[in-house]
Nanobody
Framework: QVQLVESGGGLVQAGGSLRLSCAARGSISSTYNMGWYRQAPGKQRELVAVFTTTGSTNYADFAKGRFTISRDNAKNTVYLQMNSLKPEDTAVYYC?????????????WGQGTQVTVSS
């Protein structure tokens, strides 16, 4: 298990950029699939981007071409670069680390960081 702490959220004008960071206590190395999710008021939590153990990345349609997920194993940190932000991107963004173990899923969530995009 790992502890995840997100940072980098804030208030930004539409069209602006933010970079979110997810610092892990405990090594995430290459054994964890890392992801960013978001949840807006009244909506379900949704996947934003994932960086898998095999090094592949996948993005939700709304994130393609605007958001980039990356990871720095040496720093034990995952990032989400968000460009061309829109008001509909306003949500709490959560970092996730997930892997299988002998008993099932090792599924970890950060506390979330608020992103607010003004029009």
């Amino acid at each position: 298990q790992v502890q995840l702490v997100e940072s980098g959220g804030g208030l930004v004008q539409a069209g602006g950029s933010l970079r979110l960071s997810c610092a892990a206590r405990g090594s995430i190395s290459s054994t964890y699939n890392m992801g960013w999710y978001r949840q807006a008021p009244g909506k379900q939590r949704e996947l934003v981007a994932v960086f898998t153990t095999t090094g592949s990345t996948n993005y939700a349609d709304f994130a393609k071409g605007r958001f980039t997920i990356s990871r720095d194993n040496a720093k034990n940190t995952v990032y989400l670069q968000m460009n061309s932000l829109k008001p509909e991107d306003t949500a709490v963004y959560y970092c996730n680390a997930r892997r299988s173990n002998a008993y099932g899923l090792d599924n970890n969530w950060g506390q979330g960081t608020q992103v607010t995009v003004s029009s």
